[in-house]
């Protein structure tokens, strides 16, 4: 994408809101389809990764599978109605565009989901590498819809809210969270297992807040 510099690109507290004012180059129909698939595959396969690692990460994912762990009921199940309240959230703060946006990145996702169960189960895997991997697979999922005016969801939402209104950077602050929820895990899972997915969630997070900063993206 073609950037287009300004007096405030790199002041992270005076700089434009990387979603939502207007840009210099707008993203066409097809290339926000495009994102907006190519975003929920890239966060659906890290959170296969993550499963299949026994690991959980941040946000309503993280809950979803964590959830999901405790009770087995599935994840595309859970994660789609955890994520409802925020939904209507994202109705009242973010307006209809952004929020038809993102339920279709949550029902993505979900349907993601049951393709990856169903074309790439995975039997074994080394926890860390999972753990990592899924991190920043799903990191970049999630960068790849905030620059589609679009999100998975959850503390995503609070995130843009926190970053446009006072210009602290979303990844910081969905960091926060993220390991709020990871301590949860504590109940369910074995600590080294917590202690792995921290990390992870930590390499989302910075993979967010290094990469999704005010005036510094300029399409929408």
């Known amino acids: 994408m073609d950037a287009?510099?300004?007096?405030?690109?790199?002041?992270?507290?005076?700089?434009?809101?990387?979603v939502f004012d207007e840009k210099a180059h707008a993203h066409s129909v097809a290339e926000d389809v495009l994102g907006i698939l190519t975003g929920t595959f890239l966060v659906s396969?890290?959170?296969?990764?993550?499963?299949?690692a026994h690991a959980v990460t941040g946000g309503t994912a993280g809950l979803s599978l964590l959830l999901g762990y405790a009770t087995a009921w599935p994840f595309w199940l859970l994660f789609a109605v955890i994520n409802v309240p925020f939904a209507l959230l994202a109705v009242w703060r973010r307006g209809w565009d952004f929020t038809i946006r993102?339920?279709?990145?949550?029902?993505?996702?979900?349907?993601?989901?049951?393709?990856?169960?169903?074309?790439?189960?995975i039997t074994q895997i080394e926890p860390w590498y999972g753990?990592?991997?899924?991190?920043?697979?799903?990191?970049?999922g999630v960068?790849?819809?905030?620059?589609?005016?679009?999100s998975v969801g959850g503390v995503n939402i609070i995130g843009l809210?926190?970053?446009?209104?006072?210009?602290?950077?979303?990844?910081?602050?969905?960091m926060i969270f993220d390991l709020l929820i990871i301590l949860a895990a504590v109940l369910v899972m074995p600590w080294p297992n917590v202690v792995m997915s921290?990390?992870?969630?930590?390499?989302?997070?910075l993979v967010?807040?290094?990469n999704h900063r005010p005036g510094r993206y300029l399409g929408h």
């Open 131 to 140: 753990t990592l991997a899924g991190n920043l697979l799903a990191g970049v």
């Open 208 to 210: 967010l807040a290094l």
């Open 161 to 174: 809210e926190v970053q446009d209104r006072t210009g602290f950077r979303a990844g910081w602050t969905m």
């Open 102 to 121: 993102t339920i279709i990145a949550i029902a993505l996702v979900s349907a993601w989901a049951l393709v990856h169960d169903a074309l790439f189960p």
């Open 198 to 205: 921290a990390v992870g969630a930590v390499l989302l997070n």
């Open 4 to 18: 287009v510099t300004t007096p405030d690109a790199d002041d992270p507290t005076t700089g434009p809101s990387l």
């Open 143 to 150: 960068l790849i819809l905030f620059r589609h005016r679009s």
């Open 45 to 52: 396969l890290g959170l296969h990764l993550l499963h299949a």
